[in-house]
């Protein structure tokens, strides 16, 4: 017989590569084939409920790396949380009206305009569906469980109707409007642009100072003096009605240079400086109230601009006068209401200038910055012209910048309950905690919501008008569009004429002839997003409202979570959430915003193809997510090579437990020996810790409290020194089956634990397992447990391990002095004083299997010599071994040959052997 036939070498067929590209998908078709998702909602009926409720992301192209680590995250607390007595079925979304979709199809040759509406929009309909289906199959290879066959959608009918009746509530309280005040206009989109929409870039813009004549001082200024406005948009002067000074301000009249100007008297110097005045003596002093109701000249329109007081002007930049165009600025416009000035725009839709700008009808607003200053300067009214960069608001989809417009529109009533918003935010809790401070100035800060937007794709405002122009929202009308919108769709407003989306028999005062028309204009898709917790935690019976989460980027402060706020307190009085989980962005390796231009990009796809699902699965749960993430291949392989120590340690035990039937060969806590128990121990301290990171959502702490175990515990400790009794012990001997009750115990629990993060390995891993379940998503999570005196054998082990480690320093000095090769070539003698000693008798273990070693001798400290290694509480000596190596155990004895039979075998082995031998012979015996 061979000697490693007589060897309990651990067999599995467990693989060491997971071929996770070409697994996984076998995998997630059989959880399909075996509806695990289904049978998990079925297991957790009865139990209390779990609603993270998904926010939509847009349906256009193929998934990026912030949709993986969204969807992922949000798959890991789902997952976690159905395995840990909670009800959370999970039902993704998809946003689906927006500029994108008919920007994409007027790149495939569609004209929108030559086309009837109904028309149009039925491509767009199909276009974004292609779309939603094309992301699910990208989702579902990530391996996200949820009810991928019913997802609400926002074009779904009866998800529009339930956006109605959202509008439907919020005008019937009053908070919807329609009024022409300034917006952000998109010219590129032709259409309103919310906050959310907007991003800001760098611009290199054209600075001004401009001189306004006084026509009108009221005693107190000639008319050979100006006053000195500053702006960066020549383009908007055409449009000046007013000049703004603060009324707590002290203003100047100064002669500079032989000319009078009026400016604030704290930008004196700065002006001096800029306009490069030579001499400079003040003439007067005056407080900005003085100016209020004077006039001076347009500096090239026949018409006079009024001086104005508000306390939006400051002395930040500038001259302490502002130029003031109510039309084109929100300060302008409301500094501009209080004066009775119009709200004069005269740019188009397109952002071309209309007749109301004599001199530039037809000119784009950009390109008339230069006829502005040219026509400034022939007037002698520029006193100054320069560039500089600065940041500047562009929409998000077209990436070209927007104005300030006044036009009218459609708003949603901020400050109408800005109060009982601001008391939402603060009943919620925050991860990162920051969140609550930003939510709640973007609220406190908010104007109110345009609603309106000048596109087609979209759910329309469901908004009639009568024949002398009122508008007509009642709750009949809304009622009625709702029904129609469940049973027909959206559409249905464009296919059909007003009388015939009224109620029947529906009648107005404002319409003796029964005469209607209907509004054009569609609904902000914020509106639509802000709506799904009405059109799905309160319509499918399976959810609840409010959910317990709302999970997405940072950016949605000012997006999804803000209208789903507004909405929300509209119309029900509460937050549609508990808590709000926000997470960072993922950048490039050099901290750059991923882009085609800049060849930077990282597709999970791609990732997928080449790693794995659970590879991407892993990073996500190692990375710190409340800030913004760097992707990289490098990292993707540094998560790889942690995943295969995973893998491998895991494979280790089992099959090392391979021949351990866990009913039959199960030994209780109380008869384990002490370092067996140790290691019960601190798979109960893991657990704990890792159930307390899942509560928090702190996923790196679990991926990070997994590995230090895997690493630490077992692969350098227990299951290093594991290998001289799982291996060399006879088969059911105690010892043996000891470490294999806890190597079985770490590997089930281990496997749960893990099943959130890598759900396809861990399905795989429990197939070996001899476990009631047949897929590990229908187990539940391990549960903390409390041992007899924990505390003490904690204590005790751990001094035990601060010992182990000045033995392991002396053995790698040893090693380093050539002294001895692998560290069953050593003797050690350690000289302890009477606390290490009792130390050592306390954990009742075989401490030189423990350590390692061939042969292990404990003396008195006192009697160290010279050359051992000192420590504080042991000195320690290394020398080779006596005696020949065991060919069976390795380890280096002097009773090696005792056993004439068994020449080769140490006095252990030999023991074993015979046992082995006579069991052996026995079970024949009884055989025949």
């Keep these: 017989m061979r000697i490693k036939d007589t060897l309990n070498l651990g067999k599995t067929k467990f693989p060491m590569r997971g071929n996770l590209p070409n697994k996984e998908p076998e995998r997630q078709a059989l959880w399909v084939e075996n509806k695990i998702y289904e049978k998990r909602q079925k297991l957790n009926e009865g139990k209390p409920t779990f609603i993270l409720h998904d926010g939509p992301p847009y349906a256009n192209g193929n998934i990026h790396m912030g949709h993986a680590l969204n969807k992922i995250s949000k798959d890991i607390i789902v997952r976690y949380k159905s395995m840990d007595g909670f009800r959370a079925p999970y039902v993704p979304g998809w946003d689906t009206h927006g500029l994108p979709i008919e920007q994409e199809l007027t790149k495939q040759g569609v004209d929108r305009k030559s086309m009837d509406?109904?028309?149009?929009?039925?491509?767009?309909?199909?276009?974004?569906?292609?779309?939603?289906?094309?992301?699910?199959?990208?989702?579902?290879?990530?391996?996200?469980?949820?009810?991928?066959?019913?997802?609400?959608?926002?074009?779904?009918?009866?998800?529009?109707?339930?956006?109605?009746?959202?509008?439907?509530?919020?005008?019937?309280?009053?908070?919807?409007?329609?009024?022409?005040?300034?917006?952000?206009?998109?010219?590129?989109?032709?259409?309103?642009?919310?906050?959310?929409?907007?991003?800001?870039?760098?611009?290199?813009?054209?600075?001004?100072?401009?001189?306004?004549?006084?026509?009108?001082?009221?005693?107190?200024?000639?008319?050979?003096?100006?006053?000195?406005?500053?702006?960066?948009?020549?383009?908007?002067?055409?449009?000046?009605?007013?000049?703004?000074?603060?009324?707590?301000?002290?203003?100047?009249?100064?002669?500079?240079?032989?000319?009078?100007?009026v400016i604030a008297e704290g930008?004196?110097?700065?002006?001096?400086?800029?306009?490069?005045?030579?001499?400079?003596?003040?003439?007067?002093?005056?407080?900005?109230?003085?100016?209020?109701?004077?006039?001076?000249?347009?500096?090239?329109?026949?018409?006079?601009?009024?001086?104005?007081?508000?306390?939006?002007?400051?002395?930040?930049?500038?001259?302490?006068?502002?130029?003031?165009?109510?039309?084109?600025?929100?300060?302008?416009?409301?500094?501009?209401?209080?004066?009775?000035?119009?709200?004069?725009?005269?740019?188009?839709?397109?952002?071309?200038?209309?007749?109301?700008?004599?001199?530039f009808e037809g000119m784009f607003y950009n390109d008339a910055n230069k006829k502005v200053t040219k026509l400034l300067e022939e007037k002698g009214a520029l006193l100054k012209l320069s560039f500089f960069t600065h940041s500047y608001p562009h929409d998000w989809r077209t990436k070209k910048p927007v104005i300030f417009r006044a036009t009218t529109q459609w708003f949603a009533s901020v400050e109408a309950f800005r109060d009982n918003i601001l008391k939402a935010v603060e009943s919620v809790n925050y991860k990162p905690y920051w969140g609550k401070t930003r939510l709640y100035n973007m609220i406190k800060d908010r104007g109110d919501w345009v609603i309106s937007r000048q596109r087609a794709?979209?759910?329309?405002?469901?908004?009639?008008?009568?024949?002398?122009?009122?508008?007509?929202?009642?709750?009949?009308?809304?009622?009625?569009?709702?029904?129609?919108?469940?049973?027909?769709?959206?559409?249905?407003?464009?296919?059909?004429?007003?009388?015939?989306?009224?109620?029947?028999?529906?009648?107005?005062?404002?319409?003796?002839?029964?005469?209607?028309?209907?509004?054009?204009?569609?609904?902000?898709?914020?509106?639509?997003?802000?709506?799904?917790?009405?059109?799905?935690?309160?319509?499918?019976?399976?959810?609840?409202?409010?959910?317990?989460?709302?999970?997405?980027?940072?950016?949605?402060?000012?997006?999804?979570?803000?209208?789903?706020?507004?909405?929300?307190?509209?119309?029900?009085?509460?937050?549609?959430?508990?808590?709000?989980?926000?997470?960072?962005?993922?950048?490039?390796?050099?901290?750059?915003?991923?882009?085609?231009?800049?060849?930077?990009?990282?597709?999970?796809?791609?990732?997928?193809?080449?790693?794995?699902?659970?590879?991407?699965?892993?990073?996500?749960?190692?990375?710190?997510?409340?800030?913004?993430?760097?992707?990289?291949?490098?990292?993707?392989?540094?998560?790889?090579?942690?995943?295969?120590?995973?893998?491998?340690?895991?494979?280790?035990?089992?099959?090392?437990?391979?021949?351990?039937?866990?009913?039959?060969?199960?030994?209780?806590?109380?008869?384990?020996?002490?370092?067996?128990?140790?290691?019960?121990?601190?798979?109960?301290?893991?657990?704990?810790?890792?159930?307390?990171?899942?509560?928090?959502?702190?996923?790196?702490?679990?991926?990070?409290?997994?590995?230090?175990?895997?690493?630490?515990?077992?692969?350098?400790?227990y299951l290093d020194f594991a290998k001289d009794v799982v291996y060399i012990e006879a088969q059911d001997s105690p010892k043996r089956r000891n470490m294999q009750q806890v190597m079985y115990d770490v590997a089930v629990a281990l496997t749960k634990l893990l099943t959130p993060i890598i759900p396809h390995t861990t399905e795989e891993i429990w197939s070996y397992l001899k476990e009631p379940e047949a897929f590990v998503q229908l187990a539940e999570m391990p549960q903390v447990q409390e041992f007899d005196g924990q505390d003490d054998v904690l204590t005790q082990w751990s001094d035990f391990m601060s010992l182990r480690d000045e033995v392991l320093k002396a053995l790698e000095e040893a090693r380093n002095n050539k002294v001895i090769g692998k560290s069953l070539e050593a003797a050690v003698t350690i000289y302890a004083n009477d606390p290490v000693k009792d130390l050592l008798n306390a954990v009742s273990a075989d401490v030189k299997q423990i350590l390692i070693v061939s042969k292990l001798t404990i003396l008195d400290k006192a009697k160290a010599p010279a050359d051992a290694v000192v420590f504080e509480d042991a000195a320690i000596t290394v020398t080779h071994a006596p005696g020949e190596v065991c060919d069976r155990c390795r380890m280096t004895r002097e009773d090696v040959g005792a056993d004439p039979e068994l020449p080769n075998l140490c006095g252990r082995c030999a023991k074993i052997l015979h046992a082995h031998f006579e069991d052996a012979v026995k079970a024949g015996f009884e055989e025949k």
């Design 117 to 261: 509406m109904a028309d149009y929009r039925e491509l767009c309909r199909k276009y974004a569906l292609s779309q939603v289906d094309k992301q699910r199959t990208d989702f579902k290879r990530l391996g996200v469980s949820g009810d991928w066959d019913h997802p609400y959608i926002t074009l779904q009918p009866e998800y529009e109707a339930e956006q109605i009746r959202v509008f439907g509530k919020m005008a019937n309280e009053g908070y919807i409007y329609k009024g022409k005040k300034p917006v952000y206009w998109s010219p590129s989109s032709e259409s309103t642009l919310a906050e959310a929409e907007i991003e800001y870039k760098d611009v290199r813009s054209p600075s001004i100072y401009v001189a306004f004549k006084v026509v009108d001082g009221k005693d107190l200024l000639d008319t050979d003096t100006s006053f000195i406005i500053w702006t960066t948009t020549p383009w908007t002067m055409p449009a000046n009605l007013g000049i703004c000074a603060n009324p707590k301000f002290d203003y100047v009249q100064v002669d500079a240079d032989g000319k009078k100007y």
């Design 457 to 717: 794709w979209g759910v329309p405002l469901p908004i009639f008008y009568a024949e002398n122009g009122d508008a007509i929202i009642t709750p009949e009308t809304i009622a009625h569009v709702a029904d129609l919108f469940s049973q027909y769709g959206s559409n249905v407003w464009f296919q059909r004429e007003a009388k015939d989306l009224l109620p029947a028999g529906f009648t107005h005062p404002g319409s003796p002839n029964g005469k209607f028309t209907k509004e054009n204009d569609i609904m902000d898709v914020w509106f639509d997003s802000g709506s799904s917790h009405q059109a799905v935690l309160k319509q499918r019976p399976e959810l609840s409202f409010p959910a317990d989460v709302y999970l997405e980027g940072s950016d949605q402060y000012r997006g999804w979570f803000n209208s789903s706020l507004i909405t929300s307190v509209a119309v029900t009085g509460q937050a549609p959430y508990k808590q709000i989980i926000s997470q960072g962005f993922t950048l490039d390796a050099k901290g750059r915003k991923m882009s085609k231009s800049l060849g930077n990009v990282i597709v999970p796809n791609d990732v997928i193809r080449q790693f794995g699902a659970d590879i991407v699965r892993l990073w996500v749960a190692s990375v710190d997510t409340n800030s913004d993430v760097a992707v990289s291949m490098d990292g993707f392989r540094q998560i790889s090579e942690s995943y295969r120590k995973i893998r491998n340690t895991m494979r280790f035990m089992l099959a090392n437990t391979s021949d351990f039937d866990p009913k039959a060969d199960a030994v209780a806590y109380a008869d384990l020996a002490s370092v067996d128990r140790y290691m019960e121990i601190r798979l109960n301290q893991i657990i704990a810790k890792c159930l307390k990171a899942y509560e928090a959502y702190d996923f790196s702490t679990v991926y990070k409290t997994i590995s230090a175990f895997l690493i630490n515990d077992l692969s350098s400790f």
């Design 267 to 359: 930008m004196l110097e700065r002006v001096r400086e800029a306009l490069e005045w030579q001499h400079v003596s003040i003439l007067q002093t005056f407080k900005g109230t003085d100016l209020e109701y004077m006039t001076a000249q347009h500096p090239f329109y026949d018409r006079t601009s009024l001086l104005i007081l508000g306390n939006h002007v400051t002395l930040d930049e500038g001259t302490g006068l502002v130029h003031t165009a109510p039309g084109h600025g929100t300060d302008d416009f409301y500094v501009g209401q209080k004066y009775h000035l119009p709200p004069l725009s005269p740019v188009d839709e397109q952002g071309y200038f209309t007749k109301e700008a004599p001199g």
